[in-house]
Structure formats: C-alpha cells, structure tokens
C-alpha cells in the first residue's frame, strides 16, 4: 500500500496507523479499517508544483 499525504502528522518509520475509511457523503466512517506499518519517509517541500519553504 501506498500513501502519500501532507507532512502535518509527524509520522516516522516504524509507526503503526490505523487508516479508517470515511465516507464525506455519510458523514460517517464506514467500518473499513488498514492497519499499516510506515516502511518509508519521503518529506517533500513541493506543493501542486511550487517549491514552498525555501530560501
């Protein structure tokens, strides 16, 4: 599985996550649920193609 999301978590190797899926429409979590170990860190500094945080 791969994830690819915002560095706003603080997430590092060797964490366990439990991702529940939500359904927007519902306003619910629906149940399903993926209990990841994160394997790899990629920290980026690009966002919808513009360096951001850099001098």
Known sequence: MVEIRKGDR???V???LVL???SP???RYTG???I???SHCVITH???G???GRN
């Open 20 to 22: 529940k899926e939500y």
């Open 50 to 52: 513009k360096e951001v």
């Open 46 to 48: 690009y966002v919808t």
């Open 32 to 34: 399903r649920e993926a």
């Open 14 to 16: 060797g964490d366990i």
């Open 36 to 38: 990841v170990k994160v």
């Open 10 to 12: 603080g997430y590092a």
């Open 25 to 27: 429409d519902e306003k």
